[in-house]
């Protein structure tokens, strides 16, 4: 009998054999999951980026080409397809991947092309670039998509204009870090303004229409924010529009994997909202269902 049926992470898992920002080995994610009380633990590696202007500047240093994480991706399709199978008695491993939302014009057949040929179990819906800059990474480049869309409420209304396009085209039943843009908008402003909160009550329509469920992401704590992902007027909205929640450690490492799960149950408790609704898997199928938090 499972205690803590509550505890599964949707978004996370990411290893340092796959991504140049994370640490440790997959097989040591998932031992430290077993190791921290999961029974379920959904794995979300990202896609590779396909063009050589999105490669990191830290990939750049380490020699990284397009190719290579084209290939490390391959390799992570087929990684975690083998460990789910010898990890299948102590831990359901749900077979996931993070999408970008990179080239601008062709990441949807990208996205579908990958979720088809490696057959996932699921997809987390990310936005880490508003038409093509990342909004995710250095302010300078944080600057740049400032300059373009005319200052910060213009560009984060751009930003959940994305994410609902983004639902839209691809229906993920995860939707990642819904207020990512608030990690470097905050130090430009205000991120919760009325038009912005109108742009991102048509995005939880979206979502809404399409059977997504939000990712409760705790990176939002360890990046120095006040609040995990979504912040308390988003999370409420969301809720009160019947959007239903996952917890998300977004770990990049072993040491990070749960990181927060308590923390973010207590903070959905607080704000009134009493379930989860997680992932598991039969085989190969596929199941959710909601899961009491008390
Ligand atoms: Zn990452
Ligand atoms: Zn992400």
Redesign the pocket.
């Known amino acids: 009998m499972n205690e803590t049926p509550w505890k599964v992470s949707l978004h996370g898992g990411h290893s340092g054999e796959f991504c140049d920002h994370a640490t440790g080995t997959l097989r040591e994610v998932l031992d430290a999951a077993i190791a921290a009380g999961f029974t379920t633990y959904g794995v979300s590696e990202h896609v590779p980026r396909i063009g050589e202007q999105y490669l990191y500047e830290n990939e750049i240093a380490l020699g990284w080409t397009v190719e290579k994480i084209v290939a490390d991706f391959e390799r992570y399709g087929a990684a975690i397809f083998a460990l789910a199978e010898e990890y299948a008695e102590r831990l359901t491993v749900l077979r996931g991947f993070?999408i970008e939302v990179v080239p601008h014009g062709s990441y949807v057949e990208v996205m579908s092309g990958y979720r088809k040929r490696f057959k996932f179990d699921y997809m987390v819906g990310?936005v880490?670039y508003i038409d093509d800059i990342s909004i995710?990474g250095l302010p300078k480049e944080f600057e740049r998509a400032l300059e373009l869309h005319g200052g910060l409420e213009p560009l984060a209304i751009r930003y959940y204009e994305s994410v609902a396009e983004m639902v839209r085209a691809l229906k993920p039943e995860v939707v990642?870090?819904l207020d990512?843009i608030r990690k470097n908008g905050y130090l430009y402003g205000a991120v919760d303004t009325s038009a912005i909160r109108e742009a991102a009550r048509a995005t939880l329509e979206a979502v809404h229409e399409c059977g997504g469920i939000l990712d409760l992401n705790t990176a939002g704590w360890r990046k120095g924010l006040d609040h995990a992902y979504p912040e308390p007027w988003l999370l409420q909205m969301a809720h009160t529009m019947g959007v239903p929640f996952c917890f998300g450690d977004?770990s990049h490492g072993p040491t990070l994997v749960g990181a927060g799960i308590d923390d973010a149950r207590r903070y959905l408790l607080e704000h009134g909202i009493d379930q989860v609704t997680v992932l598991g898997r039969n085989d190969d199928s596929v199941f959710r269902r909601e899961v009491s938090l008390v």
């Open positions: 993070e990310s880490h995710d990642g870090h990512l977004d």
